[in-house]
């Protein structure tokens, strides 16, 4: 059986066909999972933007939807760690998809190893603004406000802030890749094994004596993502 991680699909930026490309290779993803996989953790960003009402989600993306909600009915587990861009998420996914969240990192056992997984957005010591702003999009309040506009009016207005986000954090994270395996190397050094991140689009595997940083990098550009079984750990592509 085999551990597959996944991020930064950002499933809604861009056209109609770029979407179409990512969901296929999503596709490929999941049929490898379910030929020998047991666990899958999508490491935030999924979508660009995603935000529940009371009764209420994203009609976009059913596709995707559908797909999960097929793996979890055939048994493998699913986790989802909140990211940047899918922070705003209600019990839709645990009460109707049988997928279980998580906000902010997952800390987990699989087969001999201690992992530790995490989006990564406002891991960089530089990004205080984007620290300060991270603190203003998750307040109660604010999202309770928020909550009170129309679906119609509210949701372009976020995917517009989000892709504004995205443009900006993808001029300067790049900068930010020494800090991310800083933070790694860190928690490689104390109780972890694996260390996994996100967020950068930057498909990383390196291992250093006390174990390996891997940034699963992108369902943009990159198609890539982990893979753990057998004792083996790997970044692979989907062709």
């Avoid at 030929?35 to 979508?47: E, P, S």
């Avoid at 506009?149 to 890749?177: C, E, M, N």
């Avoid at 699963?216 to 753990?228: E, L, N, P, Q, V």
Wanted: proline letters at 2%.
């Amino acid at each position: 059986m085999a551990l597959y991680i996944f991020s930064d699909a950002h499933l809604g930026a861009g056209s109609a066909e770029t979407d179409a490309e990512k969901i296929a290779k999503l596709q490929a993803l999941f049929e490898l999972v379910e030929d020998d996989g047991d666990r899958l953790i999508i490491l935030g960003d999924l979508f660009d933007f995603w935000f529940e009402y009371k009764h209420a989600i994203p009609k976009e993306q059913h596709d995707v939807l559908f797909m999960l909600r097929q793996l979890t009915a055939k048994g493998v587990r699913i986790d989802y760690v909140s990211g940047n861009h899918d922070f705003w998420m209600g019990d839709f996914f645990s009460t109707q998809m049988g997928i279980n969240l998580h906000r902010d990192y997952l800390d987990l056992e699989y087969e001999k190893y201690r992992l530790h997984l995490i989006h990564g957005d406002g891991l960089a010591k530089a990004d205080r603004g984007y620290r300060l702003l991270k603190k203003v999009l998750r307040n109660r309040l604010n999202i309770w406000l928020y909550r009170k506009l129309p679906p119609d009016w509210a949701i372009p207005l976020a995917k517009w802030v989000s892709g504004s986000s995205r443009q900006y954090t993808s001029k300067r994270d790049h900068t930010f890749a020494a800090d991310y395996e800083a933070y790694a190397k860190t928690k490689l050094d104390g109780n972890y094994d694996i260390v996994a991140i996100a967020h950068l689009h930057i498909p990383v595997c390196k291992k250093f004596d006390t174990g390996t940083y891997i940034n699963t990098g992108d369902f943009i550009s990159h198609f890539s993502y982990a893979k753990i079984t057998k004792g083996e750990v790997s970044l692979e592509n989907i062709k």
